[in-house]
């Protein structure tokens, strides 16, 4: 799906071809409750959805997956308070086959998982696999939520942006090309 950012507003977009029947989904991104320091994620959707994350820690990047979300449900990935300003979700729609997905490529399987590394996936076996950013903007908690509705159409499509390559430790991993093998 194409998505655009704007803080604490809705991400919007829809994606055709790989996937039949991909559903219009959007993405809201919400600054969080003062409640609890979590990182959760909420399907907001009439589908079942299935979730994983990126994450950099101290000794490098990682991947985890898969949460099942029912429709209209809410599941915390990450519990206490964040350490990284950057985190990154790949989503499945596993109903309607579509997906939330983006340009920061990173190591996935069909299994549950958690993969140390985002370099080399295929040789290594896994499928590399497209994460949309989620900058928290070094909040201690938030919410993402997974959405139907497209109801603003995206300013400028994912596909047509140049990657911006981050400074070296920024938290972010490296752009790296869409047309790259891993």
Excluded at 30 to 51: E, H, K, M, W, Y
Excluded at 95 to 107: F, I, K, L, P, T
Aim: aromatic share 10%; charged share 20%.
């Amino acid at each position: 799906m194409s998505l655009h950012q704007v803080p604490c507003c809705r991400l919007t977009g829809t994606r055709s071809g790989a996937l039949l029947g991909c559903a219009l989904a959007g993405v809201i991104v919400l600054a969080p409750q003062p409640a609890a320091a979590d990182f959760r994620l909420c399907n907001n959707t009439t589908s079942r959805v299935g979730i994983s994350m990126g994450y950099k820690e101290n000794d490098g990047w990682s991947t985890e997956g898969w949460w099942n979300l029912p429709p209209r449900t809410c599941e915390t990935l990450m519990r206490g308070p964040l350490v990284a300003r950057y985190y990154y979700i790949y989503a499945v729609d596993y109903d309607r086959n579509g997906e939330w997905s983006g340009q920061a490529y990173m190591c996935t399987r069909d299994k549950e998982f958690t993969i140390r590394g985002t370099e080399d996936c295929l040789a290594r076996g896994f499928d590399r696999t497209g994460f949309f950013e989620v900058d928290t903007g070094e909040q201690p908690s938030w919410t993402v939520q997974l959405t139907e509705s497209a109801e603003a159409a995206p300013q400028q499509p994912l596909q047509s942006r140049v990657p911006v390559v981050p400074p070296p430790g920024s938290g972010r991993p490296p752009a790296q090309s869409p047309k790259s093998k891993n």
